[in-house]
């Protein structure tokens, strides 16, 4: 248990941490939408974001006044939902290309649908992970990896079978995308996108060029606190033609990696090195 002490330091500390972010924010050209949603991000995170904010703005001023403009995907200042997970318990970084090009869906997190809530349906996956591609491809995935179906059978009998297995009232499987969510930051995951944003009339690639300089900081950041606690750094996943691109970002040479392709793609599902980083997680029980 805290001494009052140490509760007063830690206090004390936190107060001056808001204090630095109003006093960085003051002078530097962040705008106010933007330091609204790292407000948002655990605090660990803080200094990190703010300096890869930083980073972008110097790259290219006009981004953050145009994308202020036009409006973009997630909404409700979720910019930065995804560093939710403190920086000291990631030990992945596992990155996709975008958010889902729907309000509904896009909650600022890798591949985590807003719009699916149950996760099952009599006849197998529900409707709204059905929808949602990349889910979809992920949770057959896992399926196979756990040898629950077999990879030349993922959909209609074998599907309705686990379903209905795992709808049964002292069922071990996990119910709803929020509980697939928590097991992955449980793993350590830190679950982000080549680019944070979506924008209709702007490709995806250009926006991820624009958030390279950020995430050249959140993995310098990362990879710096490993060295300091004498650990190995995290694994990083890359998912998808635009997240390997983040192999221009000086950064991602102090990372071992796992890549494939994107969920999207249907040879996700029986992807080897995909299988094998995640089938010991058993992220699909409770």
């Not at 107060?15 to 991000?41: C, E, G, R, W």
């Not at 944003?197 to 958030?211: L, M, S, Y």
Request: charged share 10%; proline share 7%; with cysteine.
């Amino acid at each position: 248990m805290l001494s009052c002490i140490q509760s007063a330091a830690l206090s004390f500390s936190a107060f001056n941490l808001h204090l630095s972010l109003i006093q960085i924010t003051m002078i530097s050209s962040i705008p106010a939408f933007v330091y609204d949603a790292i407000k948002l991000a655990d605090v660990s995170w803080h200094p990190t974001l703010l300096a890869g904010i930083e980073a972008m703005i110097s790259a290219d001023p006009s981004y953050f006044p145009a994308l202020e403009a036009d409006g973009f995907l997630p909404t409700e200042g979720r910019l930065f939902a995804a560093f939710s997970v403190q920086l000291d318990a990631v030990h992945y970084v596992l990155v996709g290309e975008g958010p889902y090009p729907r309000e509904a869906s896009a909650t600022g997190v890798c591949f985590m649908d807003g719009a699916v809530g149950s996760l099952w349906a009599e006849s197998g996956l529900s409707k709204q992970v059905n929808r949602a591609t990349s889910l979809r491809n992920f949770i057959k995935m896992l399926l196979v990896a756990d040898a629950q179906i077999a990879a030349t059978h993922t959909s209609g009998t074998a599907l309705a079978s686990i379903a209905s297995t795992a709808r049964e009232p002292d069922s071990h499987m996990i119910q709803t995308l929020a509980q697939l969510q928590h097991n992955l930051i449980r793993q350590g995951f830190l679950l982000l996108n080549a680019t944070l944003v979506f924008r209709p009339h702007v490709p995806p690639v250009k926006d991820a060029k624009a958030w390279q300089p950020f995430l050249q900081t959140v993995l310098s950041s990362l990879a710096q606190h490993a060295h300091l606690a004498s650990q190995p750094p995290p694994l990083l996943v890359l998912w998808g033609k635009i997240a390997e691109q983040l192999g221009s970002v000086p950064a991602t040479a102090l990372f071992p990696k796992a890549v494939s392709e994107h969920p999207y793609n249907l040879s996700f599902i029986i992807n080897p090195t995909m299988q094998q980083l995640f089938a010991p997680m058993k992220l699909l029980q409770i």
